[in-house]
């Protein structure tokens, strides 16, 4: 059974810093990754997809890394900023038959300006 | 293109009432997925729908839960009978093929409060 662990589970950091977030899967056979975004009361917003044949994936000032092998990703935010505050999550397809999606619980980010 | 549209944003119910929550597909995808979202817990999948069929329902509760996602029209899912235990955030998700080849795209979400 795939499971999807995030650490840290929350993070407090001064805006302009660089950090990374981590997300660990227990079953390797993945065929992507998913990094979303969650705001308060929100829904999730997508923001990377890497396939298990990438090793990453940028937009703007995230990178996203994948390590399919030991079961690891990273998403690396650049000079963060206030509005980067969120709760950020990671999920693999849940694989053995089923179509869903695995999630992590997420770590919650918070930029102090 | 819109993107996945959930109705309604809030519901309130008492218990032993039922729940409708409603999910329209961002336009041209055919794969709709449910999950759950209890505080401070994880997003659990709940179940997955192609077009007027249940692929897998592996997470969904086997009484009072049920899903559908009909030819016409948005994809439903009905609670019967809430209970307190069913206060939650539903959210659903589709995408354009299974999710092995593409990514999910997420409504936001239909915040249920059983009284």
């Known amino acids: 059974k795939q499971e999807v662990t995030q650490i840290p589970a929350a993070l407090s950091v001064p805006e302009g810093e660089n950090l990374v977030l981590n997300c660990s899967f227990t079953?390797?056979?993945?065929?992507?990754l998913q990094w979303f975004r969650q705001d308060p009361g929100k829904g999730l917003t997508s923001l990377l997809l890497i396939q298990s044949s990438q090793r990453e994936q940028t937009s703007g000032r995230l990178n996203a890394s994948l390590d399919k092998s030991s079961g690891r990703s990273t998403l690396y935010i650049a000079a963060s900023q206030p509005g980067d505050s969120a709760t950020y999550l990671c999920a693999v397809p849940t694989g053995g038959g089923a179509d869903g999606l695995t999630f992590g619980k997420g770590t919650h980010l918070i930029i102090q300006p | 293109n819109a993107g996945v549209m959930q109705n309604p944003r809030h519901l309130v119910r008492r218990r032993g009432q039922e729940a409708r929550l409603r999910c329209s597909p961002m336009k041209g995808h055919s794969h709709v997925y449910w999950y759950r979202q209890l505080p401070e817990e994880g997003l659990k999948f709940m179940v997955y729908l192609q077009k007027e069929n249940i692929i897998d329902e592996s997470g969904m509760p086997k009484e009072r839960f049920s899903a559908e996602f009909p030819k016409e029209g948005p994809s439903i899912l009905r609670i019967q009978q809430v209970v307190r235990g069913d206060s939650a955030a539903y959210f659903c998700?589709?995408?354009?093929?299974?999710?092995?080849?593409?990514?999910?795209?997420f409504g936001q979400g239909t915040r249920l409060t059983v009284v």
């Open positions: 079953d390797s056979a993945i065929y992507n």
């Open positions: 998700a589709s995408s354009p093929r299974a999710l092995r080849n593409t990514e999910a795209f």
